[in-house]
């Protein structure tokens, strides 16, 4: 029937639209969806970037750690270290001319300290020096390290009189030349210092019998200091003892003059009479 028909192009035409509908929704939900797992990608793949350069670096940081490890490893270059790290010190606080590298503190002889520094008073034979040598001995350092780290205490203390015996042998290659009481030993790490300063008896022994002074990178820039500060201080003596002396001569040509004045102002009246009578 006529109804039927109607009815049925209707419901067609609910379908189609309905179709039309569901696609579009479909398609709208795809691309949502596509758009999303895009972003999503590039933020993980940002993050794997991120995490890549963080390897890296790490194992650039690894490597580096490697070559400081095997540049310590060696005692020439380990030596060389300890050097440098003085050397800037000592070029941070002092002019060129209050300190030398290399210095032979003991006449006639061949062993020669990393660096020494030139102190006010200078003997007869020679500027009067203050050895500072670098020292470091790194393996019982690290042995005693790593046994703290393991919390073995027998080990630990092993390693502590093994650093011990190391510090003595190398206190005694140096020498306090015959112009100063003592001698610095520079120890080129604060950790290392404090191990050497907590060892019993060891600093005592090395004043005592090797007038010897360990010292650590802050003790040494305050030993430098307290130096520059006690030149300061003699040089403006010394300039205070010139300024007086050029007052003294000073003074004495003004006592000249004033005499000189008191004859010329003595002889001034007699010589008056003189110069009227000629005048008249």
Not at 148 to 175: G, H, I, N, T
Not at 227 to 244: H, N
Request: charged content about 25%; hydrophobic content about 40%; glycine content about 6%.
């Amino acid at each position: 029937t006529s109804e039927d028909a109607r009815l049925e192009k209707v419901r067609s035409g609910n379908e189609a639209k309905l179709e039309q509908r569901r696609a579009t929704v479909q398609e709208k939900l795809d691309r949502t969806l596509s758009e999303r797992l895009t972003a999503s990608f590039r933020t993980v793949d940002e993050k794997l970037g991120l995490v890549q350069t963080g390897l890296g670096e790490m194992r650039t940081m690894a490597e580096s750690v490697r070559d400081l490890k095997g540049v310590l490893a060696n005692v020439k270059t380990r030596g060389t270290f300890g050097e440098t790290q003085l050397a800037a010190i000592l070029a941070n606080i002092l002019t060129p001319a209050q300190y030398g590298a290399q210095v032979r503190v003991v006449p006639e002889g061949r062993e020669a300290v990393d660096f020494a520094v030139r102190m006010p008073g200078a003997s007869g034979e020679g500027p009067c020096w203050l050895p500072l040598d670098s020292k470091f001995p790194v393996e019982d350092y690290a042995r005693l390290l790593d046994a703290e780290a393991r919390a073995e205490a027998v080990a630990a203390a092993q390693a502590r009189a093994a650093l011990e015996r190391a510090v003595l042998v190398q206190a005694k290659s140096v020498k306090p030349p015959y112009t100063t009481e003592f001698a610095v030993m520079y120890l080129p790490s604060e950790g290392l210092y404090a191990e050497v300063i907590r060892i019993p008896g060891l600093f005592e022994k090395l004043q005592r019998d090797w007038r010897i002074t360990p010292a650590g990178p802050t003790v040494v820039s305050a030993l430098i200091n307290s130096l520059q500060m006690g030149f300061v201080t003699l040089a403006l003596q010394e300039r205070s003892s010139e300024v007086w002396k050029v007052l003294g001569e000073v003074k004495g040509e003004f006592l000249q003059f004033a005499e000189g004045f008191a004859k010329v102002q003595k002889k001034f009246p007699e010589a008056q009479p003189s110069l009227d009578a000629k005048q008249t």
